[in-house]
């Protein structure tokens, strides 16, 4: 009995010690921004160096596809979950959405600073469909 109870401590230990451990993964900062015409929501979109990012993006509409395109993604991997089209046109990584569509585009951010983004189709742009990712130092955890 007595060497039961002392396993059961034993093994307690061991589990509080392992919970104690400072978690290892990559801060995540999950951003959520509409697309619609002719604007981004929010369209300053901010997050850290380090940080593994997933703006979620959403078409509104109510009539049009609209894109995020940015040199920012150029040399930056995008995961991409969700039914969206992606490529690269004059210079730009883009994203582009149908009305209605929600997509998750998960990357690890890099690069400070601040940087363009715009939706390439059509007009949209001039239209005012803009916006900006900037990139912050890394957050103090
Ligand atoms: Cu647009």
Redesign the pocket.
């Known amino acids: 009995m007595r060497g039961v109870l002392t396993s059961l401590l034993v093994m307690a230990a061991a589990l509080t010690f392992t919970a104690a451990l400072p978690a290892q993964t990559t801060p995540r900062r999950v951003i959520e921004v509409t697309?619609s015409e002719?604007k981004y929501e929010p369209n300053q979109i901010r997050f850290h160096e380090g940080e593994s990012v997933v703006l979620k993006l959403k078409n509104i509409g109510p009539r049009?596809a609209?894109?995020m395109s940015s040199r920012y993604w150029l040399d930056i991997p995008l995961t991409i979950r969700g039914d969206a089209r992606q490529g690269i046109s004059e210079d730009r990584k883009w994203v582009a959405l149908d009305v209605g569509r929600e997509v998750e585009v998960e990357f690890i951010a890099k690069g400070r600073g601040s940087y363009a983004v715009i939706?390439s189709?059509f007009d949209?742009a001039v239209q005012g469909?803009t916006g900006a990712f900037f990139v912050l130092p890394p957050a103090s955890p």
């Open positions: 697309l002719y049009l609209h894109n939706c189709i949209h469909h």
